[in-house]
Structures are given as C-alpha cells and as structure tokens.
Antibody
Framework: DVQLVESGGGLVQPGGSLRLSCVAS????????MNWVRQVPGKGLEWVSY????????FYADSVKGRFTISRDNANNSLFLQMNSLRVEDTAMYYC?????????????????WGQGTLVTVSS | SYVLTQPPSVSVAPGKTAKLTCGGD??????VHWYKQKAGQAPVLVIY???DRPSGISERVSGSKSGDTATLTINSVQAGDEADYFC????????????FGPGTQVTVL
C-alpha cells in the first residue's frame, strides 16, 4: 500500500522558516512526480507545488513563488518543501500527494494518494 | 489564472441521487478529477480523467462531462457519502497548473 508520511510542521513566527518532509513507501518513488497541497482549516484545497520525477520540471502557485522551494531525494524516497518568509496566510494543513504522472510530458495530473498532512501555524 | 466553479452545498435524502457540478472555461479540453474529503481526513481520489474510477471506489460514484460542465453523480446516497467534494484540473499551458474548485459540501438528510 502507498504510504506518505509528512513531518516538520509547527508554530512559527511571521517571517520565519520551516522545512516540511514527506517520506514515501509502497511504490517506486523515483518514478512519480509529487506535489504539495495545502488547506486552511475549514476551507478548500490549494495546490502549492509540483516536482517531476527527476526534478527537471518544477511549478509553484503564485501565492508561494519566490518563498517556497520544493525538492526531492529519490535515493531516500523523500519529498521536501522549504518555506521561507512565512506569512500568517500560510497557516494551513500541508499534504504531500503522489502524482499520476510517471516521467515524460504529462498533459494532465491528478493526485492518486495523499498523506495525512502536517499542520503549519504562522503566528506571533 | 484558471477558475473552477462548484455549488457550495448540496443536500440529498438517503437512497436518492446527488449530482455535483464543476464548471470552467474550455473545460471540455481538460481532464477533470474529483476528490472526496470527510471531516478531519485527507482527500481521496474518487474519479479521474472525467469518468474513470480508481480501484476501491464504489460503483455508485460516476463522472461525466458535457461542454464546460463536469458532473459527479452519487447514486443511492448513504450516510457515508457525506463529505466535501472537490474537482481539479491541470492547466499545462501555465506555470501554475494545479487548480481546485472551491468544493461542494454534501449533506445527507
């Protein structure tokens, strides 16, 4: 079974930094693109970032571009999200999500599996 | 940026059929995916590529699309269908391709 386990969330002051991690198991991690998706408690889902299987394609939502950096370590089946210059509006549950795309050019992507999330709270 | 629209809420009696819509410009040229999220849980993929159902998802759940509107249909609604449902597309022509609809809260009466 696919398992995605996020960690690294917590309370941070505005302007601070956090690094989220996601450890994957149950599938061939180096083959799949991956995503981060966030959700403000009680609100909808917001896609945050995408990274292709070999890190050759990376995309960000406009709301985080220039502040967040997605990366992966295929040798250790891990996905990361470095979050800098955090704002109050970044407060959310952050989910790691396995993409449907397995290399090459994918004209659509969807999120086959999700972790349970890690909560990030930005507050003074 | 690309926008998807969904009705905020739908109420349905047990045993009846729920139809949830998702609209967007030129949606007929995009693949639509649907997620179910129960309170306090992570989302689960229930329909992908407009009409396909992942293994383990009930046959009572189906997807369709006509023109710029995609529809998620839940037949013989049960209490366990009560959840938020989100549609999603991937807009390959932009550098921020992931887009979710605002979600529809389904209440089983």
């Amino acid at each position: 079974d696919v398992q995605l386990v996020e960690s690294g969330g917590g309370l941070v002051q505005p302007g601070g930094s956090l690094r989220l991690s996601c450890v994957a198991s149950g599938f061939t991690f180096p083959t799949y693109s991956m995503n981060w998706v966030r959700q403000v408690p009680g609100k909808g889902l917001e896609w945050v970032s995408y990274i292709s299987s070999r890190s050759t394609s990376i995309f960000y939502a406009d709301s985080v571009k220039g502040r967040f950096t997605i990366s992966r370590d295929n040798a250790n089946n891990s996905l990361f999200l470095q979050m800098n210059s955090l704002r109050v509006e970044d407060t959310a549950m952050y989910y790691c999500a396995k993409d449907s795309c397995t290399g090459g050019v994918c004209y659509t992507s969807y999120f086959e599996s999700w972790g349970q999330g890690t909560l990030v709270t930005v507050s003074s | 940026s690309y926008v998807l629209t969904q009705p905020p809420s739908v109420s349905v009696a047990p045993g009846k059929t729920a139809k949830l819509t998702c609209g967007g410009d030129n949606l007929e040229g995009k693949s639509v995916h649907w997620y179910k999220q129960k309170a306090g849980q992570a989302p689960v993929l229930v329909i992908y590529d407009d009409i396909d159902r992942p293994s383990g998802i009930s046959e009572r759940v189906s997807g369709s699309k006509s023109g710029d509107t995609a529809t998620l249909t839940i037949n013989s609604v049960q209490a366990g269908d009560e959840a938020d449902y989100f549609c999603q597309v991937w807009t390959v022509t932009t550098d921020h391709p992931g887009v979710f609809g605002p979600g529809t809260q389904v209440t089983v009466l």
